[in-house]
Every structure is written in C-alpha cells, then in structure tokens.
C-alpha cells in the first residue's frame, strides 16, 4: 500500500509532518521508535568527536521530534550530551543558533587537541633531554625515572648544603 492510499481520501494538501507522521507508521514500527527515541535520550559524546556525535544527534534527533520542537531544546540537548570539558567551555558563550553552536564545540575541540599535542610533544622533548644528561638511554623503564630523580635531586641537596655551610 502506498503512502498515498494510507492518506484519507479528503485530505488535498500532504505536509511535511503528515507525510512524516504516516512514513514512519508504515515503515518504523512503534517499538523500533521507542528504541530510537530512547538511543538519542542517552546519546553522550563519549569517545566520539563532535562531528560523529553531531551526525548521529542528527540521525537520532528525526525519531524524537518532540524532544527538539525550537532551537533551544536542540542547542541544550546537544550541549549536554557534549564532553564535560566542552560543555564547561561552551556555558561562557553565548551560540546563537544550532549551527553555531556545533561550529563552536568543534573549534573548541580542535584547539584542545593541539594544545595536548604541543604538550605531548614538549613532554617527550624534555623526557628525551633528561635522558641525554643523566646519561640513560630511553630503553630504560620509566619505573626507574623517578628514583634517577631522587638520586639527582639528594647530590643537588648535598652540593647545595655543602656550599651553604
């Protein structure tokens, strides 16, 4: 049966939402609804980026309609689905539509992630600079790091007090 024979004969005009409301009696089941309805209830970010989470905010959003009737509900949805770290940041700015608001997470995303890089790098950059002066090679553990450490930290001490007294 076509979507146009599910129509009551009288009705002239097909809008979208009466088009919507019949597509998904006749080809979505309403358990598979719920299931769906309840997916974007509990949607997170998690280990997504934010343009997976966006895609399947998105995806899951149509099944939920009632969820995200205005712009609002949509922006706060997605925010509070969105990492702690970004949700935090993004409290401070005010987005003024969805779009922003999904352009925004993804910039904060972004400069997060070269800011950890610059980190990682300057750590390993440092690590490798105090393998070089204690002497050690880099194959050593890293379980034997501190105690070097300790041992650098105990001559400094001693030259220190040394000098002191």
Known sequence: MSVERTLAPEQEALTWQRFRTVFYSKYFPSSRL???????LNL????MT???Y???FDRLSR????????????????EEGLKPHLCRSLAAIHSTNYDDL???????EIVRKETYDAKDRKQKKRSRNYD???????????KSQPILAIR????LWKDYSAREA
């Open 50 to 52: 934010v343009d997976e």
């Open 102 to 108: 999904v352009d925004r997470a993804k910039n904060l």
């Open 44 to 47: 997170n970010q998690g280990t």
């Open 54 to 56: 966006e895609a399947e």
């Open 63 to 78: 099944f939920a309609p009632t969820l995200v009737m205005d712009a609002e509900s949509q922006m706060r949805r997605f």
């Open 132 to 142: 070089a002066r204690s002497g050690q090679n880099s194959s050593k553990t890293a």
């Open 152 to 155: 650098e930290a105990r001559i």
């Open 34 to 40: 719920r299931k769906l309805e309840r997916e974007f």
